[in-house]
């Protein structure tokens, strides 16, 4: 064996390298890995469980990175994260020792200032790529003694091209089987992730692809004025967050003050008529403690009317991301509302930029987002709105991945009942209505799910 091949074979031997950073950005990172997808996507190949110094981090950014590998997101979420170690316990690849100082080490990483997360991919591509160089060159020995240029240029220069992956992925459609077909045999059976945030109705879930509002979409329901969007809008996000996953939810309001939408909730949650709220302030307030000591975090913020962007919504999500919130599910109360990056005289491209802009924000934050939209005069004189009823711009249809419109006819306002019209659908069936019983006074969008039409 000459000395070159010697040297080769020791390099091969050498451990992983640490990373460079202190404790602090270490932990920033493994939090990323559990709780950003864009993150991990960007990251995708540099980061390996090895380089961490915290040997607790790096068996979690090993469960987050098998999970990535799997399902091509972030676990994103402490009750996934807690189902993995388990069953990587069961599996033997973590020890039992090891399994609870995981789960107390996952609240502590929810809890980290995960903002920056631009700033940490370009730290990681620099390091990764400083290690991909090093090895390069002394991989290179042998080919130097040897004259062999062309073997050292091609070398370093695919050293000098390691870095971290644009936003945009690249999907191996063939190689992915085995990754499809697992995921579907978990959520056959019940285990698989999280791709949808409930309706909060197993009956209404069971109609929608992801079992509710699709997480990197965008939905719209639509009805006329005084319809119950807002209503409906509110139910949803409480359902959200009162679910087994407790789900954490950003309502933005821009045209009713978050006041008066903390008003409806208290009349939804607590039981209460909304104009009896004054008549039963404590059983109130404690209804709504109780409550929320079990609920996800539902957050409200106000914006005037006509003046949120997306990019000031995509700001909104970053600071709370750098106070280590993170949100499930966006909900905007409503898209109509909101002014296009750059305002033209063209009312249906301005409203084409905010619907865009809002799937856009969806698919790169990885969230669901809700809204509502307004129906045209014929939308809200028609016992069904369909698709074409959709106001101002038919390209909030194109847009949206799923749209539902509010249906009442004067009979069935008396009854409290309403029908949710399935007007459009990119991944499942369109053209039904499911009846649904109200309780408006209340601010229950829902009731009980009464049953397809």
């Not at 062309?150 to 000098?160: G, T």
């Not at 929608?208 to 119950?228: P, T």
């Not at 962007?309 to 991301?321: A, N, W």
């Not at 006819?409 to 991944?427: G, K």
Request: hydrophobic share 40%; proline share 2%; net charge negative.
């Amino acid at each position: 064996m000459t000395a070159g091949v010697e040297e080769t074979s020791a390099i091969e031997l050498e451990p992983t390298p640490r990373f460079d950073f202190d404790a602090e950005f270490q932990t920033k990172i493994a939090a990323l890995c559990l709780r950003d997808t864009t993150f991990m996507q960007r990251v995708d190949g540099l980061i390996q469980p090895d380089h961490f110094e915290n040997a607790v981090e790096a068996r979690l950014v090993d469960v987050a990175t098998r999970y990535y590998t799997t399902y091509k997101k972030a676990p994103a979420d402490k009750s996934t994260i807690a189902h993995l170690i388990k069953k990587h316990l069961a599996d033997r690849v973590i020890r039992k020792e090891d399994a609870g100082t995981m789960l107390v080490h996952t609240k502590s990483l929810w809890e980290c200032d995960v903002s920056d997360r631009d700033f940490v991919v370009d730290e990681i591509a620099v390091f990764a790529r400083h290690q991909a160089v090093s090895k390069a060159i002394l991989a290179s020995v042998e080919d130097l003694d040897k004259r062999n240029f062309d073997s050292i240029q091609k070398a370093l220069q695919s050293a000098l091209n390691v870095g971290s992956n644009s936003e945009i992925q690249t999907y191996s459609y063939g190689d992915e089987i085995d990754s499809r077909t697992e995921f579907r045999l978990e959520r056959a059976a019940g285990t698989g992730p999280c791709t949808g945030i409930t309706t909060g109705y197993a009956d209404l879930d069971k109609h929608f692809y992801h079992k509710g509002w699709g997480i990197a979409e965008l939905s719209v329901l639509m009805g006329g004025a005084k319809s119950g969007k807002t209503t409906a809008l509110i139910n949803f996000g409480i359902n959200a967050v009162s679910c087994i996953k407790r789900f954490h939810v950003l309502y933005v309001t821009l045209e009713v003050s978050a006041r008066i939408i903390a008003d409806r909730i208290d009349a939804n949650v607590s039981n209460h008529l909304m104009f009896e709220l004054d008549k039963n302030i404590h059983e109130v307030k404690d209804r709504i403690k109780k409550w929320h000591a079990r609920a996800g975090r539902f957050d409200i913020i106000e914006f005037p009317t006509g003046s949120m962007k997306v990019s000031d919504l995509r700001r909104t999500l970053e600071k709370k991301r750098s106070q280590g919130i993170v949100y499930d599910m966006v909900i905007v109360d409503y898209a109509d509302l909101m002014a296009p990056e750059r305002t033209t005289d063209n009312s249906i491209e301005n409203s084409k930029s905010v619907y865009v802009g809002l799937r856009g924000l969806a698919m790169t934050e990885n969230i669901a987002i809700l809204t509502a939209t307004q129906t045209n005069r014929e939308g809200s004189k028609a016992a069904v709105a369909k698709m074409t009823d959709i106001a101002d711009d038919f390209n909030k249809v194109r847009i949206a991945d799923i749209v539902i419109s509010i249906n009442r006819t004067d009979e069935e306002r008396a009854m409290n009942q309403a029908r949710l019209y399935f007007a459009a659908v990119r991944n499942g069936p369109s053209n039904f209505a499911i009846r649904i019983q109200q309780d408006i006074d209340r601010m229950r969008f829902c009731t009980e799910i009464i049953g397809p039409e």
